[in-house]
């Protein structure tokens, strides 16, 4: 009986361990997620605004300038 008894512990322990995240930590863990998306985006758009001019962009015609 107290094998039975053991065995029915576990497997109710098991099942509610199972059961998932809480709604406060599934909030947390999007509030996290959403925290590093943002640092993410911050940080490319910084990439973006020290990116070197554009090598294909048309440069002052020096040639008719001269004449």
């Known amino acids: 009986?107290?094998?039975l008894f053991?065995?029915?512990f576990v497997a109710g322990a098991l099942s509610i361990m199972s059961?998932?995240?809480s709604a406060e930590e599934a909030a947390k863990?999007?509030?996290e997620a959403k925290?590093?998306?943002d640092s993410l985006f911050n940080a490319a758009s910084a990439a973006v605004t020290d990116v070197a001019p554009d090598?294909?962009?048309t440069a002052?015609?020096?040639a008719a300038a001269a004449h």
């Open 6 to 8: 053991s065995l029915l």
């Open 19 to 21: 059961c998932g995240p």
């Open 1 to 3: 009986m107290k094998k």
């Open 29 to 31: 863990m999007k509030a």
């Open 35 to 37: 925290a590093k998306m």
């Open 55 to 57: 090598s294909t962009a």
């Open 60 to 62: 002052p015609d020096t």
